[in-house]
C-alpha cells in the first residue's frame, strides 16, 4: 500500500526563516467493481451489482492505524426486487507483534427500496390464502417492513505469514447475528513466467453463521398475533421462520487474475464459489435462492 507523504513548511516569524515539519502519512485506497452476484456469508442477496468504495488511512501512535471509509453496494436491475446498499465503517488496527495484527471496528448500513427485497412468497401466500385473519392482523401484515438500517461491529487478527491467515467475529445488532469466518490468502507473482506485471490471487474461506433474526423484521409487530393464529395449518409453517433461530456453516473460494497497470493501479477479473448447509426450506435459502453459488466479477483499484 502506497502512502502519500505532506510536508509542509512554517515560517518563522523572527528568523524569516522556513521549517520543515512532517504531517501523518495519509493512505487513499478506492475500487469499482462489477459482480455479477452478491454473496456474503454464504448466501445470494442480489444479482449482478456495482460495488464503488474509498478507504482513507491514517497511522495514529506507535504501530497503530485509524481508517474511515464507505462500501457500496447498487443494484443494475432494480425490477427484480434488488436494493442499493451503503455502508460508511471506521476501524483501528494494531500490531500486535511483527507477525500479528488487531483489527476491529464498526459499520453502519442503510438499505434501500426494502419493501421488496426481503418479502418472501410464503409471505404473500399467507396475504392472499391466510384463513380467518382479522382486519387489524392483516394491516400489521401489510404494513410489515425489514429495518432499513444495519449495525454491526467487528474484531479479528491476522498474520503476516505464508498464506496470510486471518479470523473474524462479527455481531450484527439487527438481525442478531454472530458470524466467525476464516480465511487464507495466497499471490502468485507471473513475473517468472514471462508475464511481467501480471499475477493470481487465490482465496479461501470457512465461515459459521448463527442469526436470531436473519431477515431483520421488527418483530414486535408479530407480538399481535395469537397463537391460535400462528398455528393455524396454511399459516403457522409460513411464519415458523419467524420464531426459529438460523444456524449455517459455509466455505468458499476465488481465483482472481490481477494486471498492475502502474505503482497505484490494478485491474482485476476473476471468479468465486460458495456454499452453505443451511437446509432447502430455510428462509436464508429460499430468499437467496440457491444453497450453492458462483458468480464472476470485475475491477479497478487505486492506491494512493
Not at 504531517?23 to 442477496?45: C, H, Q, W, Y
Not at 456495482?50 to 457500496?72: A, I, M, W
Not at 393464529?229 to 473460494?253: H, I, P, S, T, V
Request: aromatic residues 12%; proline residues 3%; charged residues 25%.
Amino acid at each position: 500500500m502506497k502512502k502519500l507523504l505532506a510536508i509542509a513548511g512554517g515560517l518563522l516569524v523572527g528568523g524569516g526563516a522556513y521549517a520543515e515539519f512532517e504531517m501523518p502519512a495519509l493512505s487513499i485506497n478506492s475500487s469499482i467493481k462489477f459482480e455479477t452476484a452478491d454473496v456474503s456469508e454464504g448466501t445470494r442477496s442480489m444479482d449482478q451489482n456495482f460495488k464503488p468504495s474509498v478507504e482513507v488511512g491514517l497511522p495514529l501512535f506507535g504501530k497503530s492505524d485509524l481508517y474511515v471509509g464507505v462500501d457500496s453496494t447498487l443494484a443494475t436491475n432494480r425490477k427484480k426486487g434488488q436494493s442499493n446498499e451503503v455502508s460508511p465503517y471506521i476501524g483501528f488496527s494494531y500490531d500486535i507483534t511483527d507477525m500479528f495484527t488487531l483489527d476491529l471496528g464498526y459499520q453502519f448500513s442503510r438499505k434501500t427500496s426494502v419493501k421488496d427485497d426481503n418479502r418472501d412468497e410464503r409471505e404473500v401466500q399467507v396475504e392472499v390464502e391466510g384463513p380467518n385473519l382479522t382486519d387489524e392482523s392483516k394491516k400489521d401484515l401489510e404494513s410489515k417492513q425489514p429495518k432499513a438500517n444495519f449495525h454491526k461491529i467487528y474484531v479479528g487478527v491476522m498474520a503476516d505469514v505464508l498464506m496470510r491467515p486471518s479470523v473474524y467475529f462479527e455481531y450484527d445488532t439487527t438481525q442478531k447475528k454472530v458470524n466467525i469466518e476464516g480465511a487464507v490468502g495466497y499471490n502468485l507473482d507471473l513475473v517468472n513466467f514471462g508475464a511481467g506485471g501480471l499475477g493470481i490471487d487465490l482465496g479461501a474461506k470457512v465461515g459459521f453463521s448463527h442469526a436470531k433474526n436473519p431477515d431483520g423484521i421488527k418483530r414486535n409487530v408479530f407480538d399481535k398475533w395469537t397463537k391460535e393464529q400462528r398455528d393455524q395449518k396454511a399459516k403457522g409453517k409460513a411464519f415458523e421462520w419467524l420464531d426459529c433461530k438460523k444456524n449455517w456453516f459455509y466455505a468458499g473460494a476465488n481465483a482472481d487474475l490481477v494486471y498492475s497497470l502502474n505503482e497505484n493501479a490494478k485491474a482485476r477479473a476473476g471468479v468465486a464459489f460458495t456454499f452453505n448447509n443451511a437446509k432447502k426450506d430455510d428462509y436464508k435459502n429460499s430468499m437467496n435462492r440457491s444453497k450453492h453459488n458462483v458468480w464472476f466479477s470485475s475491477a479497478m483499484e487505486f492506491s494512493f
